[in-house]
């Protein structure tokens, strides 16, 4: 077994948005294709210079998580 040149599944990834966060951070948003047809949002939040967080996101997930942000900014005074 070679290891010289692994097959990765292809993905397209097209950059969404980059937000400035509180607290030094930058949450960033791509669309992901997968080669399979798959559709991810993927969020990559950064935290300082070296910490990362990517969260890999489904279409229900994002509209469940929409529907709580949207109340909870409605309900800040």
């Known amino acids: 077994?070679?290891?010289?040149?692994?097959?990765f599944a292809k993905e397209d990834v097209t950059p969404l948005a980059t937000l400035a966060a509180p607290w030094?951070?930058?949450?960033?948003?791509s669309a992901v294709e997968h080669e399979s047809g798959l559709r991810i949002l993927r969020m990559r939040i950064k935290e300082g210079r070296a910490r990362?967080?990517?969260v890999d996101l489904d279409e229900k997930t994002?509209?469940?998580?929409?529907a709580v942000?949207?109340?909870?900014?409605?309900?800040?005074?």
């Open 24 to 29: 030094s951070r930058e949450i960033s948003f």
């Open 62 to 66: 994002v509209g469940e998580m929409m």
């Open 1 to 7: 077994m070679t290891t010289d040149n692994p097959e």
């Open 52 to 54: 990362f967080t990517i």
């Open 69 to 77: 942000m949207g109340e909870w900014a409605k309900a800040s005074p």
